[in-house]
């Protein structure tokens, strides 16, 4: 483990540094009492700068308001606490306030299932899910580029789970870093009820940016909703995957049926409905292999399906270069 | 004269008598079956268009009763007699061979898949006037020995796919030994320079010549084997197509089995019933007074 997540401390900065030149070339004409009274007005500034921090991080751990929760966090993601007259050496990271972010949210709700643990050794907070801890931890890994937003990445893996940006508003999940994560490292020492467990965390994530704050939520192969279609990477499904789907489910003792409209049709338990079809859209353009999954209380993902029914599962992964889900490539690739 | 005239007359009237009887006997048939029509008399239309087979059939009789003179009358309407009457067959059958699934291909004309599954098979198609099935000759052979292969435990590609399985695990034991091979191969060309460096005396140059005979032989073997591993990655993955079209295979011919055994318990049953089902269905409109309709 080691700090390098923690963005360095800037000092430069827009504004700021119209003055501080400013204050460089006019330091050689002004007189000595000019200068002092100059420290002392930056210095007083600086203080103010800090104040203010103070007081954004008591409403980010105090406010029970979510759109006041929302803008403290917002705006401390991009705050550059220290200027050059004070530097604060006792700080917090950008990752970190994320990570507290989506505690409190969770907390104003009454659904906070993930544990934020602060690590003296390192100077960093991260997340740690029961059931799941002795396996990894998850941090915030910050965008490189200019679009300001955070990428949610297990630690020791460096998978990352979705991107959150507060400024744009949207929620990415990552289907590939899911999938690889919870239905293949963890399947073996992870109970299916804490993978689910998981899921719920990583879907209440998303219920509450959207219902609180509108984000706009791209759930992939976790959204539980009847009306989500879940496009594959190859548009192109070579036929024999579906054949194999066909031995693997008759092996299953199921039926893989056909559709009316020749649509692959499976029913599971509990009036649980899978289906895989190709959209030929009019005008002959096609989208290319969809998969839907249906049940009567809006309540299973493909992602669900896929922990439930181990053959499945084996058919999803052993097909994966076909089968994966598409997630935004604006923000995966 | 008049006598002939008389005659002439008189033969004329005959012959109009005779035609007016027998175009009066073909539209009595033709009424009869416009009746039957309007009555959805589905048995009585059977009956009309194909006497023979209905008497054979139904009557079990052998002296015919059949009237094919008039039914030509109807052999250009065939796909309209058929598109009426599959009205009420295709609801019959559809409770009798709930697993097959029609679809109409034209006017009068239909033909069936078994099964709603992935894949399934299109079996064959729907003679509506004979109320028979034709089925498609391979695809029924498949499945009368898929049944004929349950003594045995087996399905119907079990050993090809148990053959191809084999042939893979050769393939790969092949591609796995390729190390074995270059260390061998190694040997051999060592061995054989020593033999070219070897002096021997004269009567045992022979001896070293079969053992250089052989040594050439067993490089070229290996070489041999080489060259078959290096087709091995594609061989294996053709292979698996094949199994995975073979298993395909009997996966759907197992859901066909299962649904005969399901509606009729074995096999045989199901022929025999394929075989009466003309019989049946007339009975079964007697029975249920022409199905949808109850003024017969």
Redesign the interface.
């Known amino acids: 483990m080691s700090k390098d997540y923690r963005q360095p401390t800037e000092i430069f900065e827009p504004q700021k540094s119209q003055r501080q030149l400013r204050t460089i070339e006019d330091a050689a004409t002004l007189s000595t009492s000019g200068r002092l009274i100059t420290y002392n007005d930056q210095l007083k500034d600086s203080l103010k700068h800090g104040k203010i921090f103070t007081e954004l991080f008591d409403s980010l751990i105090e406010t029970n308001d979510p759109s006041e929760l929302l803008s403290a966090a917002q705006k401390l993601v991009s705050y550059h606490l220290d200027t050059s007259f004070i530097t604060f050496p006792q700080q917090y990271s950008r990752s970190d306030f994320y990570l507290i972010f989506l505690n409190r949210l969770l907390a104003l709700h009454d659904k906070e299932r993930v544990i934020l643990q602060s690590s003296d050794r390192f100077h960093e907070l991260y997340h740690e899910f029961p059931g799941i801890n002795t396996l990894g931890y998850f941090i915030f890994q910050l965008e490189t580029t200019a679009q300001k937003g955070a990428y949610y990445t297990e630690k020791n893996t460096g998978e990352t789970l979705f991107y959150l940006s507060f400024d744009k508003h949207v929620l990415r999940f990552n289907s590939r870093a899911l999938t690889e994560l919870l239905l293949v490292k963890y399947t073996d020492d992870v109970t299916k009820e804490t993978l689910r467990g998981f899921e719920e965390y990583l879907l209440d994530i998303g219920k509450f940016l959207k219902e609180d704050f509108g984000f706009d939520v791209d759930f992939t192969l976790l959204d539980p909703s009847n009306s989500a279609v879940y496009q594959v990477a190859d548009s192109n499904l070579p036929r024999t995957i579906l054949d194999k789907l066909f031995v693997e489910t008759a092996q299953g003792g199921r039926i893989l049926e056909r559709g009316v409209n020749g649509e692959a049709v499976l029913k599971l338990d509990d009036d649980i409905v899978v289906k895989l079809f190709s959209q030929n859209v009019n005008e002959g353009a096609s989208n290319g292999w969809s998969i839907k999954v249906s049940d009567p209380l809006h309540k299973e993902s493909w992602f669900d399906v896929l922990l439930e029914y181990s053959f499945l599962r084996t058919w999803y992964l052993n097909n994966l270069e076909s089968l994966e889900i598409k997630s935004d490539s604006l923000y995966f690739n | 004269m008049t006598n002939v005239n008389q005659v002439n007359a008189q033969k004329y009237s005959l012959a109009a008598q005779q035609l007016s009887k027998t175009v009066a006997v073909k539209i009595r048939y033709l009424q009869t079956l416009a009746q039957a029509v309007e009555n959805k008399n589905d048995r009585l239309v059977y009956q009309l268009i194909d006497g023979q087979r209905y008497s054979e059939k139904v009557m079990q009789s052998k002296h015919s009763t059949a009237d094919t003179k008039n039914e030509s009358l109807v052999d250009d309407i065939s796909d309209t007699i058929s598109q009426y009457l599959s009205g009420n067959l295709l609801a019959y059958l559809h409770e009798t061979y709930p697993f097959f699934y029609f679809e109409q291909v034209k006017k009068g004309l239909f033909q069936f898949y078994f099964g709603?599954?992935?894949?399934?098979k299109l079996f064959g198609s729907l003679d509506v006037l004979r109320v028979s099935f034709e089925f498609d000759k391979a695809e029924y052979e498949k499945l009368r020995r898929a049944f004929a292969l349950d003594a045995e435990n087996k399905r119907l590609n079990t050993d090809k796919i148990a053959s191809l399985s084999d042939q893979a695990d050769q393939l790969q034991a092949l591609i796995d030994s390729q190390g074995q091979r270059d260390t061998e191969k190694e040997k051999v060309r060592l061995q054989l320079k020593k033999n070219a460096q070897e002096k021997v005396m004269p009567w045992e140059a022979a001896k070293l010549r079969d053992a250089k005979q052989q040594l050439v032989e067993h490089l070229s073997e290996l070489t041999e084997q080489d060259e078959k591993a290096q087709t091995a990655y594609r061989l294996i993955k053709e292979n698996e197509?094949q199994v995975?079209?073979l298993?395909?295979e009997d996966?759907l011919i197992?859901?066909e089995k299962q649904s005969i055994i399901a509606k009729f318990g074995s096999f045989e049953n199901f022929e025999a019933r394929n075989k009466t089902l003309y019989r049946d269905y007339i009975a079964d409109l007697i029975a249920t007074k022409g199905r949808v309709n109850i003024n017969e």
């Open positions: 709603n599954w992935w894949d399934r197509d995975l079209a298993s395909k996966t197992g859901y």
